[in-house]
């Protein structure tokens, strides 16, 4: 079955303590993406990558880090996680670029306490 | 600056009834846009994806239809049932330099048997 799956669903931390949300697609797809969601601000792009060892800043990218090693994976690495890192976040990937169909994970709900 | 807008917000119907959910953009100038189907604290299924160069495009009960120069695309549900009740997010993708979807407000929609 095609999809794109995270880990963890569920994710309940403290202030500073280093954390992955792990991201992976089985569509051998080019383009991924993080976006997190907020009630009142929607879906806002964290970071995005074209292909491998290829990744660039979306509109929010502060206290996040991303790469790309491998095509399937792209995993969002929160190096001194903050409360309002606290969200709703999601993956997405697509074959060849942005502008084709795009397929999202389940989300991640994160708390930092 | 693109800006995608839904209306209504919210909408509570009964079983059967044919809804029609509204998107506009402020850029006529898009590549395509997408429909989502998103439950709550869940991921965003793709329902259609609507090329700029076509009027409609349909999948089951759902239809899709763009007209571009009007900035508008509307997602037009069929007999609707309990099932449907989600929040629906169209979207398009931002300007050529960004890759990202740029997501409208969302449509909260509930339907009771």
């Known amino acids: 079955e095609a999809q794109v799956t995270q880990n963890p669903r569920y994710l309940i931390t403290v202030t500073g303590k280093k954390l992955t949300v792990t991201c992976s697609q089985n569509m051998n797809h080019e383009y991924m993406s993080w976006y997190r969601q907020d009630p009142g601000l929607g879906l806002r792009q964290i970071y995005y990558s074209m292909n491998v060892e290829v990744t660039d800043k979306g509109d929010v990218p502060e206290g996040y880090k991303v790469s790309r090693k491998e095509k399937r994976n792209f995993p969002l690495i929160l190096e001194s996680p903050s409360p309002n890192q606290t969200s709703l976040y999601f993956c997405?990937?697509?074959?060849?670029?942005?502008?084709?169909?795009?397929?999202f994970g389940p989300g991640t709900r994160l708390t930092v306490l | 600056k693109q800006e995608v807008t839904q209306i209504p917000a919210a909408l509570s119907v009964p079983e059967g009834e044919n809804l029609v959910l509204n998107c506009s953009f402020t850029d006529s100038a898009i590549y395509n846009l997408q429909w989502f189907r998103q439950d709550p604290g869940k991921g965003l299924t793709s329902l259609l994806l609507?090329?700029?160069?076509?009027r409609e495009q349909t999948s089951g009960r759902l239809n899709a239809s763009l007209d571009k120069s009007s900035g508008r695309s509307t997602l037009y549900i069929a007999a609707s049932q309990p099932g449907d009740s989600a929040t629906y997010l169209c979207a398009v993708p931002g300007p050529y330099n960004t890759d990202k979807l740029i997501f409208g407000t969302g449509t909260r929609l509930q339907v009771f048997p």
């Open positions: 609507i090329q700029s160069s076509q």
């Open positions: 997405a990937s697509a074959r060849g670029s942005n502008y084709n169909e795009q397929f």
